[in-house]
């Protein structure tokens, strides 16, 4: 769902630039700035609306897992999600470099 310049800028602050999920910092880079997202945390296809407390910074690792989790409602459930997805995901990109950089 695409919501306001306004509305994406007033999350971009409020969450201080920073992936709600993961923490990572979006403002390390032009590309991690370039790849921030807003995920609605209740999905608007089950009621959520482009309000501000609906919304949050995430990088687009973390909103395009969360992409497949409408039925989580609220921020801790989805954060709780990520925090564990994050644990293999760093685990699988640890074993990667080690793959291709020996």
Known sequence: MRISAQ???AVFVRDNGHCQYCDQDLLVSRA???GAQVDHVRA???GG????D???LACSLCNGSLSRYNHLTTFEERKALMQQKN????KNYE???IK???
């Open 54 to 56: 609906n919304l949050k």
């Open 49 to 52: 609306k482009d309000e501000l």
């Open 100 to 102: 291709l950089r020996k």
């Open 44 to 46: 608007v296809a089950i």
């Open 87 to 90: 644990v293999t995901h760093e």
């Open 7 to 9: 509305l994406w800028d």
């Open 32 to 34: 991690a700035l370039g």
């Open 95 to 97: 074993a990667l470099v």
